[in-house]
């Protein structure tokens, strides 16, 4: 679908939220990243009693044929909730959840003004007091996420493990069986990581709404800092512990090894953030334990990138370069677990 033809389909769609027929939408244009869903940035004109209102959005759309962790509906549902927390997130304004419209579910939401490319945060001067205290506000954050009531109907898709199971041992389960129907090849680090895992893991323990992709990658920041958490798709009800290991994976420092949290950052200060913020006790153990099976995670999805190019679902340059990267999970997860 090109850009003229989501213009003319949205505003049809929109008019019919806000019962306007007067609705104009300009600037659409394509935005990039958003290897599982795109992502379309445009503005929205129309008139609400009598006020004549422009909004900045964002629309959201699942593409044909691609293979989605939630729904947009899900993601919706996950936004307003983490407002009402508190949370930073872009505001939700129009939920599309039939392929009606642009032949996908979809969403608008506010855009919000900022950055989202890490390798700016790490390197541009203009971000040097963005780096001093990101930290411990993503800490903050993460506290404000777990503190989400997630037994609200709205929040019923949600996946868990089942009463009385560790949350590590789901999580575990769920993606070693990814991997053993997915995989086109063997991959012995992999094999390795799964039985280092197996040998130590976690009791259950608290449960919490996890947001399952909190890192750099996922923030809109400027040079006050976090602006705003996107991209909730991985969201699950599991241990908060997994969120604090996610964010120390290898491949969200984008080379800076010094400071472990996204690059940014020591593990020390996020926690003790996170636990003047209200979180639960810290335990370092604990979140070792989920930084390296976060990093066999994010291996395993380089695989199903690789596999939704190859697979011809989706024809993306992004999704067949991540698949190359299954190479550098496997030397990191040796690295890990000899260590």
Known sequence: MDAADLQFRVAAF????????GVEVSGVRRLAGGASREIWALDVAYRYHGERIVRPLVLRRDPPGAAAQTRPRDEFHLLRAAAAAGVPVPKVYWLADDDDTLGAPFFLMERVEGETIPRRLLRDAIYADARR?????????LARIHAIDHSVPELGFLAAPPVGE???????DRYEQIFRVITPDPHPSFELAIRWLRQRLPSAGVRALVHGDF??????FATEGVRAILDWELAHVGDPMEDLGWISVRSWRF???EQPVGGIGRREELFRA????GGSRVDPGRVRFWEVLGNLKWAIMTIMQAKTYLDARVRSVELASLGRRTAEMELELLNLIDA
């Open 14 to 21: 929109v008019a019919r939220q806000v019962g306007d027929d």
């Open 133 to 141: 205290v990101m930290t411990a506000q993503l800490g903050g954050i």
């Open 166 to 172: 560790s949350a590590a041992a789901f999580e575990l």
């Open 215 to 220: 890192r750099i990658g996922n923030v809109i």
């Open 255 to 257: 080379g800076n090894d």
């Open 274 to 277: 996170y636990e003047e913020a």
